[in-house]
């Protein structure tokens, strides 16, 4: 018995060093997202974008501040049953408006883990960057394309799931509020919310 | 370590390039009906019921990156024309032949823009007397003009395009034959004979002001 148990904490203090080492590893992190738009962006879209994905590097200060670079894809679209839109002036169109949105945040960022260690272990997170924005609405089959470089800020807070004891890969799930200003079709932003699940591995 | 951070960057931005080469297509999820637009502008200062007559020219232009190519009576052109005078009917007006003196003129185009890629009405418009001589509606030496004008769109394909002309206010219009109506509708199959009835219906249908 006294054997085991001796084995038990040499296997567990070296499983504690090489968790330490690994801590200390750069990161990679990839996410499936499902982002909602808020605000005046619902007027645009308001269904959610099933297709967006995150990926980044974020490389560790210390046990619990990492910061990196991050890059995301969202893709909205919605069609409208077909209308007629009034253009002032006499002028009134007809049409299945289709609305397609596309979103490619390259943020820097900056996550903090709440604790070191545990099952466990929570996150919040914040970046900034540019957002390169693909807003094309379609009145019937002829479209009017715009694509632009805006600012982004994204605020998160999520859940570290560790695999195992002694290595860094976690899985990492929760969600982000994504601020985009924009300004065209009377759409002051394209924010949303987004909610992610993924996996966060070291790179030796 | 290098190698890995290099290949997964990659990785990525691979992803990203397949995730948005498969975006969704808006022109996939639409169908013909559905690709076709309606625009209609009028005067706004015109009042409609002060006309009762209307002429409609029985064959259709065809015109080709603003120039006239000729006169036209296919399927689809006499189905158009038969429908326009219908609607009007409908709304009050009486149909007489175009040489009648008729209150309104009415004129029926194909119109087709290749070479410029955008369709300018204006453009269209600033040709006019080119395409319908004022002669054929009894006004020799009158000009063409409208007085408001629509946007400009991306075009590859061709429009119909339906035209209310104010004869009656001819001569005090400056000698100006004036645009009191026009109608364009666009998209996939516009010219399919089966689609003219209901092409000229959705044009009309929204313009309820347009009545006797």
């Known amino acids: 018995m006294s054997t085991m148990k001796y084995v038990l904490i040499a296997v567990t203090l070296l499983a504690l060093g090489t968790a330490a080492q690994a801590q200390h590893d750069l990161q990679f992190n990839i996410n499936y997202n499902v982002n909602i738009p808020s605000g005046s962006f619902r007027d645009f879209i308001d269904k959610p974008a099933y297709k967006g994905f995150t990926a980044g590097f974020a490389y560790p200060i210390n046990d619990q501040l990492r910061v990196g670079l991050s890059a995301g894809y969202n893709d909205y679209y919605q069609k409208f049953p077909r209308q007629v839109y009034s253009e002032g002036s006499g002028s009134d169109i007809s049409a299945v408006v289709s609305n397609s949105v596309q979103q490619i945040p390259i943020l820097l960022t900056a996550d903090y883990t709440l604790t070191k260690k545990g099952f466990v272990r929570p996150y919040v997170g914040v970046g900034a960057g540019v957002n390169f924005i693909s807003l094309d609405q379609y009145l019937g089959e002829f479209d009017d394309p715009h694509t632009n470089g805006k600012l982004a800020v994204r605020g998160e807070a999520g859940i570290l799931i560790p695999l195992s004891s002694w290595k860094a890969t976690a899985l990492r799930i929760g969600g982000s509020y994504n601020y985009a200003p924009y300004n065209s079709y009377g759409i002051n932003n394209l924010s949303n919310w987004g909610i992610h699940a993924g996996i966060s591995v070291p790179i030796h | ?212």
């Open chain 2, 1 to 212: 370590m290098h190698k890995k951070i290099i290949r997964l960057t990659l990785g990525a931005l691979l992803g990203m390039t397949l995730l948005n080469s498969c975006k969704k297509d808006p022109l996939n999820n639409l169908s013909n009906d559905e690709s076709r637009i309606y625009i209609t502008n009028y005067d706004t200062t015109a009042s409609f019921s002060a006309y009762a007559t209307f002429g409609i020219a029985d064959s259709v232009d065809y015109i080709q990156d603003n120039q006239f190519v000729g006169r036209d009576r296919t399927t689809f052109d006499s189905t158009a024309v038969t429908v326009v005078a219908q609607m009007m009917q409908q709304r009050g007006y009486q149909q007489v032949a175009v040489k009648s003196n008729p209150d309104l003129a009415i004129n029926v185009s194909r119109v087709y823009n290749t070479s410029t890629g955008v369709f300018s009405y204006n453009d269209y418009w600033d040709y006019y007397g080119g395409f319908y001589d004022p002669y054929y509606w009894g006004y020799p030496g009158y000009g063409y003009y409208a007085p408001y004008a629509v946007g400009v769109y991306s075009i590859q394909t061709g429009g119909l395009e339906i035209d209310l002309l104010d004869l009656k206010n001819a001569a005090s219009n400056n000698n100006k034959i004036k645009a009191l109506w026009t109608g364009l509708a666009r998209g996939e199959q516009v010219f399919n004979s089966a689609n003219a009835a209901s092409q000229v219906n959705a044009l009309f249908q929204q313009s309820p002001y347009l009545k006797k």
